[in-house]
DNA sequence: TTATAGGATGGTAGCGATACCAAGAGAATG
DNA sequence: CATTCTCTTGGTATCGCTACCATCCTATAA
């Protein structure tokens, strides 16, 4: 190939080529592509001839330039890996391309530094919306969306004080009401799991969701019963051998984090303790795997894809003109009590 | 609906307005951003400091106009949700951003006539590069990809005739050994099951690769052995009970894909087959999942990541200058024997 | 028939950056 | 001291498209 790379290839076919051999102006080409309506049947039979005679691609950057709109939605997730948020990327990628929109995704990898450098660089990107599976930002980052105005959704919490729209559920109230469904179910000494509780409020919050529940049963709030774990199978296996040594009156183990619980289910399978007779176990998110595993996990549901679907449909309604008010969408939660409790 | 969606907010500052209050030309302020190296220090200071104090954000589209170059790479997965792609599009993704790019992400949902309509829309974005887990396309995809010469990385399998780069592992391969492996450890009656065969060259050539294996294993190739079903821990689980019970000799099952093996391996422990003493059980891919389960199931690693990882490395030298040369980088695969063969 | 509205077309001027070339300022050379 | 060279800097012309306004034509009303 050439010294310098051109990525362009060599068809480099603009929209006054196609006006030409179409014996039409660019702005009807442009017209007849864009709002096929305001262009008369003639004109558009002759422009689409063209176009598909030199298999023409309208260069949406020079439109998004000259228009000052884009259709390309930013988004920040986490963790990419990780499968809940893959559901709900999976609802906002569907909803934004039924509406001819496009998804540009970036993992912060639970940093608020790098949040804030993905940030800019999306909105460098001039995106014409945002969503961030985060609710706690760095001032630039507040000052950032707020001067440059482009609508945005957290997800992933319910925060005090949002950005803009808010579509998600309480991780303070699920692992309360979890915490609580555990007791009424009779369990008296419940262990708490949880992810890593640096630089993430939604761990944050189902710990005190977690001593709240206790509080309201009647139960002491023994920090020892709560174990930070990073997310994994082994993680969770472990988590709970070392409860269970250290209290051996365990009856019942809230795993709030990824695959935690099920690290835990094999290894009791492995060591023999029943589930739940030896020690209940019950999870965060609803897996498939849980309903498939044996015995068959407890677990808080959280509408993953709704939140995904609403979040894109949000976004597109103000960009299709909604008017730009504060939304706080609670999706909710629902226990699903399943055998392992 | 309002008048008119505005998304550049209140602040619109432009490159000549920092210029303007740096006192140096919008040329100075190009280069001090993007070759600080040719601009002298007292220029550059000046210019970051008027960076800084308006909160400048270079307009990148204007920048792709101008320069014809994007900074943007096109990915297209059948599905988001799926966690093995989603291993490779976090690996794809980190490359990327070390370099500077960026990732536009959409999915197919296993059509052929919607990755059409996707890579058009990713070269009307003018997306620098393209990653399709994907070896079959229609003869648009494959005349667009050609006209407009972009780099193109394929994955998912090694096509015949590829469209310009591929990295990936021969399913063809991958299935041939691990039968042979089932062979090898003394299973005479493998069942196979697999994803569904339509639009999916890769399930179709695992397909193939167990035939080679019977047949190089002098086993009779008996087409009432494989099943076709969707992916999913209950479609596994009906696949076990299935093959079972038309083939009571049945001594093990190889699972071509995606959590099946695990549905099947579930409702093994809930009937009370013993695994591998009734059935053994044989996945693909590499899930973590396979490793703690109870027993832990034989499987083949294939290295995601790494195909996400070399593909995008691939993409960026290509697009900092690389020369355009075929590329065909197959990554291979491991067999992972466990407790469950 | 003339006036007038309204839909369909085209011309022009940007959008906000970068490429390319010209020019000025020093430094280095003979 | 003149001359050449290199290093910085700035001016100008796009990049490919769309907004906006002007124009033209046809249809309807008076």
Redesign the pocket.
Known sequence: MSDKPRR?GGA?I???DIARHAG?????V??A??EPS???E??RRKVDAAVREFGYL??RI??S?????SNVVGLIVPSIRNSLYANMVQAISDVLRTNGFHLMIANSGHHLEDEEALVSALLAQRVCGLVLHNTTHSKQVRDLVAKTGVPVIETGNLPAEPLDMVVSYSNFEAARAMTAHLGRLGYRKIGFVTLPLRDNDRSEERRHGYFAALKELGLPADPSLVLEAPGGFAEGADALVRLIQTHPGLDACFFAGDVLAVGALFECQRRGWAVPGRVAIASFDDLDLLRHAVPTVTTLRIPRDEIGRRSAELLVNRLLGAPSERVRIDVGFEIVQREST
Not at 24 to 28: I, K, R
């Open positions: 362009d480099d603009k929209m006054s039409v102006s660019p702005m009807t442009s017209r592509l864009r305001t262009v008369s003639k004109m309208p260069n020079a439109g330039l000259s228009s000052k709109r």
